[in-house]
């Protein structure tokens, strides 16, 4: 099995997982510098420990080093595709970093997988953000798509339609998995769980965008993980590209999130109520009927236990 973005929060998870099953793993990422890249260090430390995982540096946006990757290890039957670019905001400040990881990248990579002779499948993630401007809850795999509120929603949706595009001319099997705001342990200082608890920890302010009235489908890691692996056994016909919803299909407000962390932290968080973002959508909610059905997928994790969890990792791993 390949995964890319492999030192990444989602990737990292995909990886223990199925090398705690006894899959082979060939690990991809290079480690870029979005954020502390010693984060990424130390979630590929925990990997490299294992005896079936193999890493290589690079970047998915390389042809050159893609062929030499696929060309070394032509027995790879299972792509898992998560490298990207991400971030909604960072997406306003650096556009051409997102055409290069995912769209590029989505090319190179699906060029990559069909000189595969023995591949099966390709796994790759997409975003909740390509549901865009919709305002009709909850979001369905068949809703319209086509008016994205940022660059970066853009870029995943075309990365869907470009899987689209090899499936149909090469008769590639694939499943394009719509992730709803993910947290958990070793999770991404940009993303709303970290920001949140560094913040009412240091006693700064919280910036909370359109005055608070704002709603997300948080969904725990390890029910993402689940999702990750049904879709991966449950391959596609070939030239079929699925598209699946992972959420936890209960959004929470964002002041009852901030609420949640104050409780796990024993501490008040100092809230600094600012407009909304242009980039933003006011609310994220996954319909997952298709994917429950299709691959089994089941969210466990209440958002307590959740955020229990990612503060006692936080507490650990910053004090390290």
Not at 30 to 56: S, T
Not at 69 to 86: K, N, P
Request: charged fraction near 20%; avoid cysteine; charge should be negative.
């Amino acid at each position: 099995m390949l995964v890319t973005g492999v030192a990444g929060f989602i990737g990292s998870h995909v990886a223990r997982a199925a090398l705690a099953r006894g899959d082979s793993v060939i690990g991809v990422d290079n480690l870029n510098a979005y954020y502390d890249p010693a984060l990424k260090h130390a979630r590929l430390d925990r990997l490299q420990a294992e005896r079936h995982f193999e890493f290589v540096e690079a970047s998915v946006s390389d042809m050159e080093a893609m062929e030499r990757l696929v060309t070394t290890h032509a027995d790879i039957e299972t792509v898992v595709h998560l490298a990207a670019q991400a971030g909604v905001a960072y997406s306003i400040e650096n556009p051409i970093a997102y055409a290069d990881s995912n769209v590029t990248g989505q090319v190179v990579m699906f060029e990559a997988a069909r000189r595969l002779p023995r591949l099966r499948h390709v796994v790759y993630a997409s975003s909740s953000s390509v549901y865009g401007l919709n305002e009709d809850v909850p979001f369905r795999e068949t809703d319209r798509t086509d008016r994205p509120a940022s660059l970066y929603a853009a870029t995943k949706r075309a990365g869907e339609l470009i899987a689209h595009s090899y499936a149909h001319v090469h008769g590639i099997a694939s499943s394009g998995l719509r992730f709803f705001t993910v947290y958990g342990p070793w999770g991404r200082p940009d993303m709303a769980a970290w920001l949140f608890t560094s913040a009412i920890l240091e006693g700064r302010p919280i910036p909370v965008f359109n005055n608070g009235l704002m709603e997300r489908d948080f969904t725990y890691i390890d029910d993402i993980v689940a999702g990750v692996l049904g879709a991966i056994d449950r391959t596609p016909k070939p030239g079929e590209n699925r598209i699946f919803n992972l959420g936890n299909n209960s959004p929470v407000p964002l002041l009852d999130f901030i609420a949640t962390i104050e409780r796990a932290t024993g501490r008040k968080a100092e809230i600094r109520f600012e407009p909304m973002r242009r980039a933003d959508v006011p609310a994220t909610f996954a319909d997952i009927a298709l994917s429950a059905e299709t691959l089994g997928f089941q969210p466990k994790t209440s958002i307590d236990e959740g955020i229990d969890r990612f503060v006692g990792w936080y507490r650990g791993y910053n004090a390290r």
